[in-house]
């Protein structure tokens, strides 16, 4: 999970746990002008409540809707048990957990709905959180495990946060066309006014960023409608895609999407971070933009965006977790806003990178405006944390 050493967690958090690394193709530009920083001395730290027992990861943030309150999620990995297992969390007030009571302790075993029958889930892993249709209900997108099996499986949870809801299994392989390939693991990360985010690999070991359309009937998968991020928006190809975050945007009626490719050019490359804008009446992406890490691309390494948000002035808030190629392999957590220009192309990133004091690694899983949460580690166990930026 998050306790590996952050270098390499990095490039496996860019390939979506899945096999090879994010991906996208060229239209716009990438980002790559002088660096634009601005101080972290007045950021604010916050531990957030843990459960006693396996670690606890914060993993995704969305505004309750007419209310102070935010949605969280989360995963509780209980490494007491042979194999580990996983629950889902989720959790609804302040930034601020009051206490570790405060979670909604889901799982393992859920009656997942498919095409075709049901499975009985081993585990589940919560990602992205959103606003249900009714007041007070959610939507949460993740994957879950099965007995026997290494696979991950997309998921789609809606109804109340103690999990009482109802649970379908998401499956883009109808996107796959190559004869002889198949879905291998499919992880569904964020999800914002009726439409998910994710990734999902296959038999050649190629990644593939999904969109996913819930429709007018949420509980029968079958109705679900996939769109695939083509990896020709990334100027000479890449090899292979993620997507991690969604925003609608409600004054243009169209979505900016966050994720990221991998085009595998040694050190240089591994992982580059994207935002694009999707319409999903036309399916056509626009404004692609790369994004790299202290906007330089000559020593950029890793810039993994994790989460997006609004600036509430047209821009975005993103999570980021980078690294860079330059001596001693740099790496850490940014907090990153990208404005937008009258054109309505991405204007230079300004960069707040950022580390939980005293730890020795520190991820930006999820933001929310201008609070980032995730998880740190050293000296201690892996821990969920909120910073809060000025």
């Known amino acids: 999970m998050k306790s590996i050493n952050l270098d390499r967690r990095l490039i496996l958090k860019s390939m979506g746990a899945l096999g090879a690394s994010g991906m996208l193709a060229a239209c716009g530009g990438g980002s790559d002008s002088p660096a634009t920083t601005t101080p972290s001395s007045s950021i604010q730290y916050f531990v957030e409540p843990y459960m006693p027992v396996g670690s606890t990861e914060i993993t995704g943030v969305r505004g309750v809707n007419n209310s102070s309150d935010v949605f969280l999620s989360g ?5 007491t048990t042979s194999p580990t297992t996983n629950y889902g969390l ?22 997942i709905a498919k095409v075709g029958g049901t499975d009985l889930s081993s585990g589940l892993n919560f990602y992205g959180p959103n606003n249900g249709a009714t007041s007070g209900s959610i939507v949460v997108v993740g994957n879950y495990n099965l007995s026997g099996s290494n696979a991950a499986f997309g998921l789609l949870y809606q109804g109340d946060i ?3 809801g109802t649970y379908t299994k998401i499956d883009p392989s109808r996107l796959i066309t190559l004869p002889g390939v198949t879905l291998n693991n499919t992880i569904a990360h964020s999800n914002m006014n009726g439409y998910v985010v994710g990734n999902f690999d296959t038999s050649d070991l190629v990644g593939h960023a999904f969109i996913m359309g819930i429709g007018n009937t949420p509980d029968i998968p079958g109705t679900y409608t996939y769109f695939e991020i083509p990896p020709t928006l990334v100027t000479g190809g890449a090899a292979s895609m993620t997507a991690y975050g969604i925003w609608y945007n409600s004054a243009l009626n169209n979505y900016t999407i966050a994720g990221g490719y991998s085009k595998l050019l040694g050190d240089h ?12 009446s036309t399916n056509q992406f626009t404004n692609f933009t790369t994004i790299y890490y202290n906007n330089d691309s000559s020593t950029s390494k890793v810039s993994h965006i994790e989460g997006i948000t609004t600036d509430n002035a047209g821009g975005y808030y993103l999570s980021v977790d980078w690294a860079q190629t330059v001596s001693g392999s740099p790496y850490g957590a940014a907090l990153v806003q990208v404005k937008r220009i009258s054109t309505g192309q991405f204007d230079t990133p300004t960069w707040t990178s950022f580390a939980f004091p005293g730890a020795t690694e520190t991820s930006a899983n999820t933001v929310f405006e201008r609070n980032v949460l995730g998880v740190f580690t050293g000296p201690g166990p892996v821990t969920p944390y909120l910073a809060v930026f000025p």
């Open 75 to 79: 995963i509780n990995m209980d490494n």
């Open 90 to 111: 989720i959790y609804r007030g302040p930034l601020l957990i009051p206490n570790v009571s405060s979670w909604n302790k889901i799982g393992p075993q859920k009656t």
């Open 269 to 280: 490359g591994l992982s580059n971070g994207y935002l694009v804008d999707w319409n999903p």
């Open 162 to 164: 103690a999990g009482t």
